[in-house]
Each structure stands twice: as structure tokens, then as C-alpha cells.
């Protein structure tokens, strides 16, 4: 019997993602796509369903593990980067990295990004999560998206409907795709910008550990009192987390919220040790650390 995914020009098979990622970890993917041009989706979204087959989307890899075991679905790589403007509106494929809209925003005289400069990802991951830094959040400068939803329909929708909140917004509850994103941002003295920019990449370059992760692992307490001005990398830390090791997956010693991979990292090595530290914590500060990055094992999102 063929799938429908078999009858999709492109469709590769077998294809290993440990070098899709920034952790550096997983297996090889059943069915595996190059998405250029984001209006193809909805076809490969629809041919999964009809095989029953699970999918998942991938964009810079920044902020996902693949377990060592691989995905018994279709992985789509978002390749898709068109950047161009509408007015003082800067419209981005879902695909686009954050670093690309930010230097072509520059060069076209807009700012208001530039505190995501070091940011890795997607303008489509980043609208799911509503990312941020130095106080800017996706939501301060997002105007509208265009979305594939849940039904089958794409629509623009704006920011009442997509809801950024903490890390968080309802495509992350509803599981629909973000095709394209309009940002708003403001004319301004593009040096300046430049500059800050610099600066960041500077201060960025200090502070986080290099070598195979996926950056900040736990979000911060948010909506705590008792976690008020606390972070997911200090409680880590005070537990006494950094530079442990389960199997191949250790916590850095530069940064307690970051996990590590030293090549040799299982799945079962990062559920093990994420799940020592939010005991911990939980243990001895009474809060469960919520993880940011994402968990996909063989058959899907692990929770």
C-alpha cells in the first residue's frame, strides 16, 4: 500500500536529524521534507493525517531534542525565509530566523527588534512561544499572522487571537501552524541599532555555554510569589545541579539551566536528569519547572 506522503515530489525517507538540531541528538526520521515554500503545507499536514502518520515541524532546531530512536513520521524542515515590507510592516515567512529579520530590518530603516539579536529560531517558533529578551517580547512588535488551522482553513488572525502570553500562546493549546508573520516595527537611527546589536551578540557570547544544547531548558516562575526573583538556572544552581552528568546529558557549569549534550546523550538521559532537577526544585522551593524546550520522541511531543 503506498501513503500519500509516497506520492509527494520531495519526500525523503530514513533522513537523521542529530545534525538538525543544536542538542546534536536523534535518530532518523520515517519521512522527512524540505519545506521552501510555506503555501505547501497544508498538503503534507492533509497527507499525514490520511496515512495516520504523526508530523512535526522543524525550524532552526534550536529549541528541540529528537530522541536518539528517531520519528516514526513526517519531520518538515521550515526552509521557507521570504522577508519583505509593507509599509513600516516587516511580513516574514515562518521559517525566517530571527537574526535575518533583524539585519534586514536595519538595512531597511525600522527597528525594534534588536534585543533578539542572539536569539536562535524562527519568526514561527517564536510567535508560538512568544520569545523574548532584555524585557522584548514577540508580542511588543507582533501585528498578524497567517495561520493553517486546526480545520483545514488559512486565515490572518491578530493578537487577540493568538493570545502571547509568558512563553506561551494558543497555537502552542490549538496545534495550528503559523504560515507567515507581520511585525511592527519603528523608523529609527539604524546605527544605533547596529550598535546595540554588537553589544548584545557581546554579552550574549559571555554568559551562555557553547557546545550541543538547546539553550535555556526551564522557563522561569512566572506568577509565583514564591518564586518572585527567582530563576529556573538560580533554583538549578542551588540545588546543586551544575556540571552534573546522566549518561551523556550534564548540566553546564557555566549555566545551571543549560542541558548539555557531550555526543554520547539518550533520551532517556534527558528525561532522567530534567526530571532530578524539577524534583529538586519542587522539593525545595515548592515550584514544578515547566520545561521550554521540547521533547519529541518517536511517536510525538513528549509531556
Known amino acids: 500500500m503506498i501513503n500519500q506522503l509516497d506520492k509527494i515530489e520531495g519526500i525523503k525517507r530514513g533522513h537523521k536529524l542529530a545534525k538538525l538540531t543544536t ?3 536523534g535518530g532518523p526520521a520515517d519521512y522527512f521534507y524540505e519545506l ?20 512535526v515541524i522543524l525550524g532552526w532546531g534550536s529549541n528541540m531534542i529528537f530522541s536518539d530512536k528517531g ?23 515562518s521559517g525566517a530566523l530571527l537574526s535575518q529579520i533583524i539585519q534586514f530590518a536595519l538595512k531597511n530603516g ?27 517580547e514577540t508580542k511588543h512588535i507582533f501585528e498578524k499572522a497567517l495561520i493553517y488551522t486546526s480545520g483545514g482553513e488559512v486565515r490572518e488572525v491578530g493578537p487577540d487571537y493568538v493570545a502571547l502570553s509568558y512563553r506561551h500562546s494558543r497555537l502552542k493549546e490549538t496545534g495550528e ?54 530563576s529556573a538556572g538560580l533554583m ?10 546522566v549518561g551523556g546529558a550534564f548540566i553546564s557549569e557555566k549555566h545551571a539551566n543549560f542541558l548539555m549534550n557531550d ?15 524539577q524534583d529538586a526544585v519542587l522539593k525545595k522551593y515548592g515550584i514544578r519547572l515547566e520545561r521550554e524546550v521540547q521533547l519529541i520522541g518517536e511517536k510525538g511531543k513528549i509531556e
Not at 544544547?213 to 514564591?226: D, E, Q, R
Request: hydrophobic fraction near 40%; glycine fraction near 16%; proline fraction near 4%.
Open 177 to 230: 501552524l503559523v504560515l507567515k508573520v507581520w511585525l511592527r516595527l519603528e523608523p529609527g537611527d539604524t546605527a544605533e541599532g547596529v550598535a546595540e546589536v554588537r553589544q548584545i551578540i557581546a554579552s550574549r557570547a559571555g554568559k551562555h555555554p557553547q557546545g550541543l544544547t538547546a539553550g535555556s531548558f526551564f522557563k522561569n516562575p512566572s506568577g509565583n510569589s514564591v518564586g518572585e526573583g527567582l
Open 110 to 136: 525600522l527597528r525594534g527588534m534588536e534585543k533578539m539579536m542572539g536569539l536562535p529560531g524562527t519568526i514561527g517558533g517564536a510567535v508560538r512561544g512568544n520569545a523574548g529578551a532584555f524585557g522584548l
Open 71 to 93: 520519528f516514526r513520521g513526517l519531520v518538515i524542515h521550515n526552509l521557507a525565509k521570504s522577508i519583505e515590507m509593507d509599509g513600516n510592516l516587516v511580513v516574514a515567512d
Open 23 to 25: 542538542f546534536g541528538m
Open 263 to 277: 555526543g554520547s546523550a539518550t533520551m532517556d538521559d534527558v528525561l532522567n536528569l530534567s526530571s532530578l532537577i
Open 236 to 245: 538549578s544552581d542551588q540545588c546543586g545541579f551544575k556540571g552534573y552528568h
Open 36 to 55: 521552501r515554500d510555506v503555501m505547501n503545507l497544508p498538503e503534507l499536514i492533509e497527507a499525514c493525517e490520511a496515512d495516520g502518520l504523526p508530523w
